[in-house]
């Protein structure tokens, strides 16, 4: 099947400082992906999906500014989490649709400090 | 706006016990989808079923979607040990998908 990458896999950073967060889709051209957030034992909740070459259609409650989303190719989305808080600690996993099938990133472990 | 709630929230069963989580969509969807997260991993696709009272199968996994297209379920025959882990339902309804709150599925051996 297809294969969405992510990276990084774990990243730990300062609060205050901002992290971007990489989902490429590898032997696929992904016109949408979406952003997502898993809290521990929860499940997925949807932030964002990121369309290319367009802006980024958020959530309810998903604050635009500091969940920057860039599609700047049919391959690459990224998430930037910017100004990062310890409350921004979570799991956040990408994923593209390939036909009627939707495959996720392995996912990107952000703790804040 | 959609909501998915999925049933149960966890699921203990001894090697050899079926299992069965069910998930109800607060509107009628177009689709709905099955996914299973292993531990520590992320979530996999393992089906779509899209047609009214449609029952698909997959070795010991039996997915259905209700005649109103607004409920499903996946029945695992004989649980095994690597079937461990969290399946979620996702229902879509016009590109608005949400995911239920998953059934955490542990097997004792």
């Known amino acids: 099947g297809a294969v969405v990458s992510q990276h990084p896999s774990r990243v730990i950073c300062k609060s205050g400082t901002s992290v971007k967060i990489e989902c490429r889709s590898l032997d696929f051209q992904a016109t949408t992906m979406f952003w997502y957030r898993q809290f521990p034992k929860q499940s997925l909740m949807l932030m964002a999906t990121s369309n290319e070459g367009s802006k980024a259609t958020y959530e309810q409650g998903v604050e635009k500014d500091k969940f920057l989303i860039n599609h700047a190719s049919l391959t690459l989305s990224t998430l930037t989490v910017t100004s990062a808080h310890p409350e921004d600690s979570s799991f956040y996993i990408c994923s593209a649709i390939q036909g009627n099938e939707q495959y996720f990133g392995p996912g990107t472990r952000l703790t804040v400090t | 706006g959609q909501q998915v709630m999925q049933i149960p929230q966890y699921q203990h069963v001894q090697e050899g016990e079926d299992f069965t989580t069910y998930c109800n969509s607060s509107?009628?969807?177009?689709?709905i989808q099955w996914y299973k997260q292993r531990p520590g991993g992320h979530p996999v696709f393992l089906i779509q079923?899209?047609?009214?009272?449609e029952v698909k199968k997959q070795k010991r996994l039996t997915f259905q979607f209700g005649e109103a297209k607004k409920n499903s379920s996946l029945h695992i025959t004989a649980t095994q040990t690597t079937d461990v882990g969290t399946y979620f339902c996702a229902g879509n309804n016009n590109n608005d998908m949400r995911f239920g709150a998953g059934t955490r599925l542990t097997v004792k051996p």
């Open positions: 509107t009628t969807l177009s689709n």
């Open positions: 079923l899209v047609k009214s009272g």
